[in-house]
């Protein structure tokens, strides 16, 4: 089987390289692409050539333009990466008859409601970010190829910025921290999603009626407050010296970011561990992980 593996060094990229490479050749770019092909997500009709000139059996999409704050600004930039170039990817794949794999977001939904979102639920994105990651999806699916979407959320890995190695340096600092305690969601680990990406590949590659969107996250919930508080408490298992003392819930409205967030950021994982027949352990097994591998280096 060959692999285009796009944005190799973001958290997910990363952990792509080490989990797809059992399933056989795989080429793998970052921005700056690598003998005459590029991996630019700027460039659609450069991805578009790329893809015509590899002809892989499956493409693997980790590159995105992520920064949720900054999108409300920079519109075009990350519409370019998450929309126009994903759809010039997706179009090349049915062209060549490859998989498209592809992330995409629990921001794609309005985050209103106590209960986990459905794949089938309405989608309705509350920031700009959210709305370029719709139009990706929207794309790949209308270009006709075979496709995985995982939506995620709230992704963490060893490698890479996250929320969870923010609130561990935050917390060898300040003795005291409020943190937003109405955002509920699960923590998933760049590993576990690299990992669920490596079985799905094979069993769709032999099964295209697996074709489709899929909420790709950890089980359980927590909020952000909840989140952290773990991560401190298991910190302090694993030795780690910690200043802070005090640690307050606060509601998003005391905390105003340029992109408004979802409140309920829940996506029901049923379909995916139904229809690949795996397991999505609670999203504590991945962070006591990873908090192993950071806290014993
Ligand atoms: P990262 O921000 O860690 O990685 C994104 C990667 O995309 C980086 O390697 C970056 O490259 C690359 N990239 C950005 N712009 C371009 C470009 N113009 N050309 C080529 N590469 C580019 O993201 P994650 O690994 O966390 O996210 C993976 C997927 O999961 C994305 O689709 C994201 O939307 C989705 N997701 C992420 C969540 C999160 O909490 N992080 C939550 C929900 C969904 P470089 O390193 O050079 O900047």
């Not at 994903?86 to 995409?104: G, M, P, R």
């Not at 509601?251 to 970011?257: F, L």
């Amino acid at each position: 089987m060959k692999i285009l593996l796009l944005g190799k060094n973001g958290q997910v990229g990363w952990e792509l390289q080490r989990a797809l490479a059992p399933l056989g050749d795989v080429i793998a770019l970052d921005r700056h692409g690598l003998a005459g092909l590029s991996g630019d997500m700027t460039q659609p009709q450069a991805i578009y050539n790329t893809i015509m000139t590899v002809k892989p059996d499956v493409v693997v999409n980790a590159a995105a333009y992520t920064a949720v704050d900054l999108a409300e600004t920079e519109q075009d930039q990350a519409d370019l990466v998450n929309h126009q170039t994903v759809k010039a990817a997706a179009e090349a794949c049915q062209q060549v008859n490859a998989l498209f794999v592809h992330y995409s977001t629990d921001y794609v939904f309005d985050g209103l409601g106590q209960t986990s979102f459905l794949e089938t639920d309405r989608i309705a994105p509350l920031n700009v970010y959210g709305q370029t990651k719709v139009q990706g999806e929207q794309a790949i699916i209308a270009s006709g190829c075979d496709y995985l979407i995982f939506r995620t959320s709230w992704v963490y890995a060893a490698r890479g910025k996250n929320f969870l190695k923010t609130m561990l340096n935050l917390a060898q600092q300040r003795e005291e921290l409020s943190i937003i305690d109405d955002q509920v969601g699960a923590p998933t680990s760049a590993e576990l999603i690299a990992d669920i990406t490596a079985q799905a590949i094979p069993q769709t590659a032999a099964d295209s009626m697996k074709t489709g969107v899929y909420h790709l996250v950890a089980s359980g919930e927590t909020s952000w407050f909840g989140y952290a508080n773990y991560v401190f408490e298991q910190a302090r298992v694993f030795g780690l010296e910690l200043a802070v003392q005090k640690v307050n819930p606060i509601p998003t409205m005391t905390y105003p970011t340029p992109a408004t967030r979802p409140h309920n950021s829940r996506l029901n994982n049923q379909k995916l561990q139904q229809t690949f027949r795996l397991n999505l352990p609670h999203w504590q097994e991945g962070v006591k992980r990873i908090l192993a591998e950071l806290l014993s280096k």
